[in-house]
């Protein structure tokens, strides 16, 4: 979600009241809008790889997730929240598979356990880690392979 959404709302996961379930969804598949337009899945084919839609799936899904801070919503509330979710993007014209699976890993993100702290860490860093090679690469500095 946006910053300007979790101002509008403050203390946004702290209370997941039906309301603010709905308005979380709505701005959830608002945000997904901004990052993949409904425009690159003309005619129900995708005009993007699918890694990359998958990256921008799952770092929105990881968005929501860090937004909980810790805190995994109960049944009714991820219910809502994914319902708006999925209203949000078939007002936008999105496909109906891609909504499916957009809004099934919505849910099965929010029903996982979020993960220890020294576990995002470490990921955090095996992913800078990861792109100081890339720009290494990028810049020709990098030692040679092998």
Request: charged residues 30%.
């Amino acid at each position: 979600m946006t910053e300007a959404t979790v101002k509008k709302i403050p203390n946004l996961w702290s209370r997941l009241t039906a309301k603010v379930a709905a308005d979380a969804g709505a701005a959830l598949a608002q945000t997904l809008a901004h990052r993949y337009p409904p425009e690159l899945e003309q005619d129900g084919k995708l005009r993007t790889s699918a890694d990359r839609l998958s990256r921008v799936l799952e770092g929105l899904y990881a968005e929501c997730k860090r937004d909980l801070g810790g805190n995994r919503p109960g049944l009714l509330a991820r219910a809502r929240l994914a319902n708006a979710f999925k209203w949000g993007l078939i007002e936008r014209g999105y496909s109906k598979a891609f909504i499916d699976v957009a809004t099934e890993g919505l849910v099965v993100s929010l029903s996982k356990p979020a993960a220890s702290a020294p576990e995002l860490e470490r990921a955090e860093r095996k992913r800078a880690r990861k792109a100081e090679r890339i720009r290494e690469r990028a810049s020709g500095d990098a030692p040679p392979r092998g």
